[in-house]
């Protein structure tokens, strides 16, 4: 059973005392996310998105005046934008793991780490499109069988970043190892953020630039100890350099 209560406060003193600050490191990546979202917005024809549903339903707030995109583009167009948009997004989440992962390090880690998973953007493309195919299957039975699907793959990205000359398929099999007998403590983990979730959204997400480098130092500080508790991952050996444990066989892995 993991600390919890531990590994957070850990998170907290990391996160505070990094050497190229988390806070501003997040500002970034939140004001790139909103470019992307924008653009998204821009391409969709100016829907209605989050953002506009709560500044009219608990600001009074009438924006419909602006919600006539400029851009007319064909559906097939939109459609393909806003796809490349979601896919640049998840491989600048790869560069904020591999950012919070630096941090736990101690190493010095520049702006530019935002960009690092461009570096092997194919691999987290791919690994996204069947980690989804393969939850959404698993959706298809019932919502429960889905969510602990999603809990099953939490660290597949994260052992993509941690060595992204691993191959697809084994990130996602040894985040199965991985996470087998910590699902439950996974899901603890994130129902103790509802209450910073509720303040951030009422913030329209400011909030986050503080709590969400708090939040993937966690992610991270959980993930480097399942590791060492069940052995299975990427390893630091004495020469410094990763290698990869590929024990996945075990007993039948329970649903929780």
Same mark, same amino acid.
């Given at each position: 059973?993991?600390?919890?209560?531990?590994?957070?406060?850990?998170?907290?003193?990391?996160?505070?005392?990094?050497?190229? #600050?988390?806070? @501003?490191?997040?500002?970034?990546?939140?004001?790139?996310?909103?470019?992307?979202?924008?653009?998204?917005?821009?391409?969709?024809?100016?829907?209605?998105?989050?953002?506009?549903?709560?500044?009219?339903?608990?600001?009074?707030?009438?924006?419909? =005046?602006?919600?006539?995109?400029? @851009?007319?583009?064909?559906? &097939?167009?939109?459609?393909?934008?806003?796809?490349? =948009?979601?896919? =640049?997004?998840?491989?600048?989440? &790869?560069?904020? !793991?591999?950012?919070?992962?630096?941090?736990?390090?101690?190493?010095?880690?520049?702006?530019?780490?935002?960009?690092?998973?461009?570096?092997?953007?194919?691999?987290?493309?791919?690994? #996204? !499109?069947?980690?989804? *195919?393969?939850?959404?299957?698993?959706?298809?039975?019932?919502? *429960?069988?889905?969510? *602990?699907?999603?809990?099953?793959?939490?660290?597949? @990205?994260?052992? @993509?970043?941690?060595?992204?000359?691993?191959?697809?398929?084994?990130?996602?099999?040894? #985040?199965?190892?991985?996470?087998?007998?910590?699902?439950?403590?996974?899901?603890?983990?994130?129902?103790?953020?509802?209450? /910073?979730?509720?303040?951030?959204?009422?913030?329209?997400?400011?909030?986050?630039?503080? *709590?969400?480098?708090?939040?993937?130092?966690?992610? =991270?500080?959980?993930?480097?100890?399942?590791?060492?508790?069940?052995?299975?991952?990427?390893?630091?050996?004495?020469?410094?350099?990763?290698? #990869?444990?590929?024990?996945?066989?075990?007993?039948?892995?329970?649903? /929780?």
């Amino acid at each position: 059973m993991l600390d919890r209560v531990q590994l957070k406060m850990e998170a907290r003193a990391i996160t505070k005392n990094a050497r190229v #600050s988390a806070y @501003l490191f997040t500002l970034l990546y939140l004001a790139i996310a909103l470019v992307l979202d924008g653009l998204d917005w821009l391409v969709s024809g100016g829907t209605r998105n989050d953002v506009v549903t709560y500044m009219e339903s608990y600001m009074g707030v009438d924006v419909s =005046v602006y919600l006539n995109s400029p @851009l007319s583009l064909p559906a &097939a167009a939109s459609g393909f934008i806003s796809i490349v =948009v979601s896919l =640049v997004a998840v491989v600048l989440s &790869a560069g904020y !793991i591999l950012y919070a992962m630096n941090v736990r390090k101690g190493l010095e880690t520049p702006y530019s780490t935002m960009f690092d998973g461009f570096l092997f953007t194919g691999k987290i493309i791919l690994l #996204s !499109i069947v980690q989804y *195919i393969f939850i959404f299957l698993w959706s298809l039975l019932f919502i *429960i069988p889905g969510i *602990i699907a999603g809990y099953r793959y939490r660290f597949a @990205l994260y052992n @993509l970043c941690e060595n992204p000359e691993m191959g697809v398929m084994e990130a996602l099999n040894m #985040s199965k190892a991985q996470t087998r007998g910590h699902k439950w403590e996974l899901f603890v983990l994130d129902l103790s953020w509802i209450g /910073w979730n509720i303040l951030c959204a009422l913030t329209l997400g400011i909030l986050n630039i503080w *709590i969400a480098p708090y939040k993937e130092q966690a992610n =991270v500080g959980y993930f480097q100890e399942i590791k060492k508790v069940s052995g299975i991952g990427h390893q630091p050996p004495r020469d410094d350099e990763f290698r #990869s444990d590929d024990r996945f066989d075990g007993p039948q892995e329970p649903r /929780w």
